[in-house]
């Protein structure tokens, strides 16, 4: 298990780096943690011909508020993120999903960006950053453009990401007053990828009834799945249990989930109703916490 | 004596290995050092139509490339390991063994079709992709119930079937068992396929020094002098020139026996040929294909009851998964026969057995060696039995153990060792009712349970019983010598794979030679350094290797204490060994140390007197009669989320009795080991191949060995029957915590659960199958 | 084959400086560029933890960064650690807790566990197991290594070592 044989290519500046990419296209891979990427080569199901490494990039490596927003630098590794005060206080469920990605030592070297670069469908950061309404900056040497989350992710592994683009930043609207969150996942052993799993953001107003809500799956489809208007009921209401239940029942029946040797697409549904509902009454208490 | 048998000794192999200095098969480094990667097939079942390797053979840092065809005569197909049993009639056993590199046709995917010879690995495995190979597909053999249909393509052409072996045990008359019987419980059982999962791959390094003549290969076996011994045969070399070396060893559990495997076979082929070192190590994704796997079965079994729940008689008919071929004979299902009959009394036993060829990688023992599946077998239908006679399950199990007194046991049936399948001693109630008091049964069945189900919390308990046979012969070899320093160096020809030879074996020894446990030095698995013996496996080492360190060193002993009884002038009795010196006791200062003794055995002028030999030193064997039956009893609390099927285990008991214990803290280990990887058996760990025979999850992400987050808390307890068959009395223990927790878990969650009709018939168990099982029911 | 590119290493406080090919994994650059062949490879894939090193004081797997990434770091291994006849606290806890059969997975363990003691010794059990999560052990059962881990943490925060 050795890695094809490939250019490297090092910029210690971001311009340097999309000038490399600009030159080389869909020949380059861009490495960040390579956490993803390094098992892929190892087993020769990537060979890029061309390696730009990110991870002499200082720039690229940031948290810091801005306007009412999280700013992340796709370069931040997963451990800065986890143990980042701004994080745990502005983006809770951010902070909740770090630990339940992978193992410590893939967190110490993973990075934010990479993660959400590589799409992989059972990774918490792409249901967790449509949950947020985050945006993604996209920048090529041509330019810059922003997407938002919902619509960055196109397929498995395949996203908005055009071949000479990279994805450099995420902004994350900071968590306004009375919202809750949780992050529900079920997996086989502690560190494993997901079978299935759900991020919920909810806020209940000063009556005590929901003034928003989102519930967003992930490792059920090829791409992170919002419950959308499902949850929209929930709106002006008091989310009671059995409300909360309807809602799950009525998204899990627009969720078509796939079979993999560990869940099956029934199983997964089953998890889906579960795991949503588990979400989102948790996000409730905590936003009922919050609010007091 | 008993001063360092049974103490729970620090080991001496540690520092090594915990500073990095303890040399792995991939540590070695032999100047000009070629690298080796195999080409292997990705079809399980294909006919080999043409293999072009001249690209391959053009790159840059490339060496050489060989084909079967390349290996001329040389190109045999592996010898037998186990030869079948000769003493059951009618015993249908069909020898197909495995060949070096595939020559007509593929078998298993994985099977290795060519090997690159380069300057570096990396560019060994850039070769692998310049070879064409033309591959025709075949239809593959996969479901093992479906191998012996008419329809079924052929693994081994020449063979009508592919039935591997066939043949019928039994035991008294089970027919009429039956007759007699108030309750019959039939069932269907299935266990499918696991990895052993060493941490370490396999690895060897062959070299050919052409002007010594002289062949060393560095190998992760758990055999190395059976290794050598038949790479000698196979190329004609005396087996003086070859020297098979077992460095340490990340891990064993089984597959690294004495295989024969291909790589094995072709590295040293290679390296003749070259006469230039080669190493090949075993990557995690060929590990899953190259390796030999274990535990696929399928059991139709029947069990007649009183309505008191005495078992009358068992059936078990089951049919064995051989993979492409079989080496290692019918190790694993006598096992299983064996073991079925567990440490109960089951007068009437009747079992058929058929083992199937598939096109799937081939099965030989891994920890537990197809015992795991008798126990499951026999304890899910004492289980069902109790639940519908509505007794306890300790109780059921409690009337129907063997009584003490009919220790040696002869069951009749034959066991992997081809001789009687005879339990030398036990004593079952007290490891049960050690269990049960230390998981708190009682209190749990009367108080928790209810409490924390008025909750609406789904946990349960289990209790199951088990036995080992272990410690199987033909022998194992020492040699103890008093080197002039008073160190003691001691040589054996078993490998090590972290059961703490170096020190439990050490402890026999400065026993007998008042010496510390430190000062002992360990050689095993090095053929140089000792010529005899089989190799670590069956649970063998502390019985079978540790008696003879004990004969060995009782041998020496007597040589000290002649000598020393000579040159102080004293009668041997009233000498004592203590502290490195021979003492007269009560006179301290008339004594000699152990270093000047072997001086003074080994002298530089004079004559060593006739009869006599030199030096302090003595070479031992030890074969048991036959092995040695360890039990025990494991207790569990489970905790079963009845929406994700998740289960988390809340406590966890082993009462184990493997006779005399060596060192409590190595055995403490081992049993924790072997829970561990029962665990991932019972829930966590199943090979998924699908219809085309293609292994869905190679890779340790997708096969899931429990980490510690999925290991709770083992708490360990003993009882001691020492086996009357060896002067230890030990019994063997590497093996026996995987054994029951199968079938423990399965109980442990059936009773979590608390529904009728839950049953669970199949290992390894998953949130899936339970969701399966337990919605799958609800709809109905 | 591509160009051989150089590479200086600070490992075990001792600078390497080697030419490599970009593809060189950096297990294998420790392994058999410098010999240091503590650090153990199990399934170059990231799980199993065996070829866990420290880079910057991070435990990290070494079968996922190329040697060439390491470029100008500080890389810890298992051979930093104690000697033999003067082992780490962390080593002497495992060598009396029995944390170890097979040693394979070992130095591994070390290496991820260490770091996390000596942020700060005083660990809950909940912190043990999370610095443990990403290391396979198929021979201990994990038990022993959680002793091994206790003891240590006990040694370190009453010998003030952090």
């Avoid at chain 2, 083992?714 to 995987?738: D, F, R, W, Y």
């Avoid at chain 3, 600078?15 to 062949?37: G, K, N, Q």
Wanted: net charge negative; hydrophobic share 40%.
């Amino acid at each position: 298990m050795k890695p094809a044989s490939f250019e490297y290519v090092a910029p210690t500046t971001l311009d340097q780096a999309l000038e490399r990419l600009a030159e080389h296209g869909f020949e380059a891979k861009v490495i960040a943690g390579g956490q993803s990427l390094i098992p892929m080569m190892n087993f020769r199901l990537a060979q890029p011909s061309v390696l730009i490494d990110l991870n002499k990039i200082a720039e690229l490596s940031y948290i810091r508020l801005k306007d009412d927003e999280l700013r992340i630098g796709a370069m931040t590794r997963h451990v800065q993120v986890e143990r980042d005060a701004l994080i745990a206080r502005h983006a809770p469920l951010i902070h909740e999903a770090m630990t339940k990605i992978a193992t410590p030592q893939i967190r110490n070297r993973g990075t934010f960006g990479g993660s959400i670069a590589h799409a992989d469908p059972a990774a918490e950061l792409t249901a967790v950053t449509v949950a947020l309404d985050a945006r993604f900056r996209l920048q090529s040497a041509g330019g810059e453009r922003w997407v938002p989350a919902d619509e960055f992710f196109f397929g498995m592994f395949a996203t908005a990401l055009g071949p000479d683009e990279m994805l450099v930043e995420a902004a994350i609207p900071v968590a306004p007053e009375r919202t809750g969150y949780a992050l529900e996942e079920e997996a086989r052993r502690a560190h494993d990828f997901a079978m299935a799993g759900a991020a919920a953001v909810t806020a209940l107003d000063e009556g005590g009834k929901c003034s928003a809500a989102r519930l967003v799956y992930f490792s059920i489809g090829d791409v992170p799945t919002d419950a959308g208007d499902a949850v929209a009921v929930l709106i002006g209401k008091e989310p009671t249990p059995d409300l909360i239940q309807s809602v799950v029942d009525t998204a899990a029946d627009r969720l078509e989930p796939s079979d993999d040797i560990h869940a099956t697409a029934e199983f997964r549904l089953h998890l889906a109703r579960v795991l949503g509902r588990r979400a989102l009454q948790r996000a409730f208490e905590r936003a009922a916490v919050e609010a007091n | 004596m008993a001063r360092l048998i049974g103490k729970p000794l620090k080991r001496n192999e540690d520092p090594r290995l915990l500073t990095g200095q303890a040399l792995f098969v991939d540590d070695v480094e032999l100047p000009g050092m070629l690298h080796a990667a195999f080409l292997r097939s990705d079809y399980a079942h294909a006919r080999l139509k043409g293999i072009d390797v001249s690209a391959a053979l053009e790159r840059e840092g490339v060496v050489a490339v060989y084909t079967a065809e390349d290996m001329g005569d040389d190109w045999a197909p592996g010898p037998p390991l186990v030869i079948p049993p000769p003493t059951i009639e009618e015993v249908t056993f069909n020898t197909r063994t495995q060949v070096p590199l595939v020559k007509e046709k593929v078998r298993h995917a994985g099977e290795p079709l060519a090997v690159v010879i380069a300057e570096s690995r990396y560019i060994a495995e850039d070769a692998l992709d310049d070879i064409v190979v033309d591959l025709e597909p075949l239809p593959a053999v996969v479901d093992i119930e479906r191998a012996l249909d008419a329809d079924a393509a052929l693994v081994h052409d020449d063979l009508e079937s592919n039935l591997a072996a066939h043949l019928v045990q039994t035991k008294g008359g089970y027919q009429s068992a039956r007759e007699q019987a108030d309750l019959i419980i039939k069932r269907r059982i299935v266990m499918d396929r696991g990895i052993a999962g060493a941490m370490e791959n396999r690895g060897i390094v062959a070299y050919w020094d052409n002007k010594q003549q002289y062949l060393t290969v560095w190998d992760t076996t758990q055999s190395p002098i059976p290794i050598r011994n038949g790479l000698a045969g196979m190329f004609g070399l005396s087996e003086h020139q070859v020297r098979v070396i077992a460095p340490f060893v990340g891990g064993g559990f089984g597959p690294k026996i004495m295989m024969f495997y291909p790589e094995e076979v072709v590295l040293t082929w290679a390296t003749l040929k070259l006469a230039l070192p080669i190493k090949w190590i075993e990557d995690r994704r060929e590990n899953f294909y190259a390796t030999t796997q274990e535990r696929g079965q399928v059991h139709e079994v029947e069990m007649a009851l009183t309505e008191d729940g005495r078992i009358l008689g068992l059936k078990d008919d089951f049919i064995h998964d051989s993979g492409a071929y079989d080496p290692y004979g019918l190790t694993i299902p006598l096992n299983t026969q064996c073991h079925v009959l567990g440490p109960y009394d089951i007068p009437n036993f009747s079992s058929e057995l058929h083992v199937v060829f598939t096109n799937k990688t081939l099965t030989t023992p891994v920890r537990g060696a197809g015992r795991p599946h008798g126990v499951f077998v026999v304890e899910r239908l004492l289980d069902i039995a109790a639940r519908e006679l509505g007794i306890d399950p300790s109780e059921i199990r409690r009337r129907n153990y063997l009584p003490n007194d009919v220790f040696p046991y002869d069951n009749v049936i034959i066991d992997q060792a081809f001789a009687n399948f005879i339990i030398d001693s036990g004593d079952y109630l007290p490891a049960m009712e050690k269990a049960l008091d230390m998981i708190g049964y009682k209190d749990f069945i009367e108080n928790e349970q209810p409490r924390l189900r008025a909750e609406g919390r789904r946990v349960g308990i289990g209790v199951v019983s088990f036995i080992e046979t272990t410690g199987v012969g033909p022998y194992e070899g020492a040699r103890v010598t008093i080197e002039s320093s008073g160190d003691v160096s001691v040589a054996t020809g078993v490998g090590t794979q972290g059961q703490g030879h170096f020190t439990s074996f050490a402890q026999v020894v400065a026993e007998h030679l008042g010496v510390k446990v430190s000062d002992v030095h360990m050689v095993t698995g090095d053929t140089a350094q000792f010529h005899w013996g089989t190799g670590t496996f069956a649970s063998r080492g502390a019985v079978v290797a540790a008696n003879a360190m004990n004969a060995a060193s009782s041998i020496v002993r007597k040589k000290i204490l002649e000598l020393a009884s000579e040159l102080l002038d004293a009668p041997e009795d009233e000498l004592e060994i203590e502290d490195g010196e021979v003492r007269v006791a009560d006179v301290p200062r008339m004594s000699i140390s152990l270093g000047e003794l072997a001086q003074k055995a080994n002298p530089l002028r004079g004559a060593v007197e006739p009869g006599t030999e030199p030096g302090l030193e003595a070479t031992a064997y030890f074969g048991p009669n036959y092995g040695a039956t360890a039990f025990g009893t494991h207790a569990m609390i489970v905790e079963v989320d009845p929406e994700t099927m998740n289960v988390e285990i809340r406590r966890y008991v082993v009462v184990e009795d493997c006779g005399t214990v060596l060192n409590p803290l190595i055995l403490d280990g081992q049993v924790h080991g072997g829970v561990a990887h029962g665990i991932g058996n019972a829930f966590y760990e199943q090979l998924f191949f699908d219809d085309n025979g293609q292994l869905l999850n190679a890779s340790f992400a997708d096969y899931l060995i429990p980490t510690s987050a999925e290991v709770p808390t083992i708490e360990v307890g003993h009882t001691v029957t020492p086996s009357p068959l060896n002067p230890l009395g030990s019994k063997g223990a590497g093996e026996a915590g995987a054994i029951p927790v199968p079938a423990l878990m399965a109980q442990a969650i059936e009773n979590a659960i608390g529904e009728a009709g839950f049953e669970i018939l199949e290992s390894p168990m998953s949130p899936l199958k339970l969701f399966n099982l337990y919605y799958g029911d609800k709809e109905q | 084959m591509s160009e051989l590119i150089e590479v200086t290493v600070n490992v075990n406080s001792e600078e390497y400086r080697r030419s490599v090919e970009p593809r060189m994994l950096l297990s294998d650059f420790i392994r058999h560029e410098l010999s240091l062949s503590g650090t153990h490879v199990g399934c170059e894939q990231g799980v199993c933890g065996a070829c866990t090193i420290q880079l910057d004081g991070a435990a990290v797997r070494s079968c996922l960064m190329f040697a060439v990434q390491a470029d100008g770091h500080q890389i810890r291994t298992v051979e930093d650690l104690g000697t033999m006849d003067e082992l780490h606290t962390l080593q002497e806890a495992f060598w009396e807790a029995h944390g170890l059969q097979c040693g394979f997975c070992t130095p591994g363990f070390l290496m991820s566990i260490l770091p996390v003691l000596e942020e700060n010794p005083e660990v809950s059990e909940e912190t043990i197991q999370r610095a443990m999560e990403g290391n396979l052990c198929r021979c201990t059962g994990y038990q022993h290594i959680r002793d091994a881990v206790k003891q240590a943490a006990e040694k370190m925060v009453a010998g003030g070592e952090a």
